[in-house]
């Protein structure tokens, strides 16, 4: 049987709304089939979501958010 991690297992902490909606959005568009970047960012502005600053994501945007993201939990 196959093991999953379910992301609470490995968070130190509970999640914002903004990272909820974030991941949310995310698993969507996964979902879809959209797996390049540069899909990933034209599907995200097709969203609510927007980064920390509300400007339209683009592909720095959402490298530097997940990179912070990760710093961030890894900080914890």
């Known amino acids: 049987m196959p093991l999953n991690l379910e992301p609470v297992q490995s968070r130190s902490g509970a999640t914002t709304s903004y990272e909820d909606a974030f991941?949310?959005?995310?698993?969507?568009?996964?979902?879809?089939?959209?797996?390049?970047?540069?899909?990933?960012?034209?599907?995200?502005?097709?969203?609510?979501?927007?980064?920390?600053?509300?400007?339209?994501?683009?592909?720095?945007?959402?490298?530097?958010?997940?990179?912070r993201l990760g710093a961030k939990e890894a900080n914890r």
Do not use: K
Request: hydrophobic share 40%; net charge negative; no cysteine.
């Open 23 to 67: 991941a949310d959005e995310l698993e969507g568009i996964y979902g879809r089939g959209i797996h390049d970047l540069a899909g990933v960012v034209s599907a995200l502005n097709e969203t609510g979501v927007r980064p920390p600053d509300g400007a339209d994501w683009t592909e720095e945007a959402f490298t530097r958010e997940i990179a």
